[in-house]
């Protein structure tokens, strides 16, 4: 369990980041010039508590998902994966 947000970090790649907040979160990919991911980095976020995650660009990122940037509810899962330099694409169980 986390806070109310979330920055990823190198760590995470490659990784399943459980969220298993009450309250919602925002989850935020940061720019490549404080985080280096590699092209190709693929990152999983679980919801497995009610609060739901809002995923959120850092400066400069450009986050490309349909029909929105969160998850739809409990156990819905998205995808992140890194295109290119500051931009990724976000697939799953997503909301608006």
Known sequence: QV???Y???LTDESKLV???NAAAIALT???NSSVAFAIGTVIR???SGAGQITL???AGVTLNGTPG???RAQWSDAIL???ATDTWVVLGDLAA
């Open 3 to 5: 806070g109310t947000t």
């Open 7 to 9: 920055t990823l970090v």
């Open 18 to 20: 459980e969220v298993a």
């Open 29 to 31: 990919v940061p720019p």
């Open 45 to 47: 976020v679980l919801q």
């Open 56 to 58: 959120t660009a850092g």
């Open 69 to 71: 940037l969160k998850t």
């Open 81 to 83: 994966v890194n295109r």
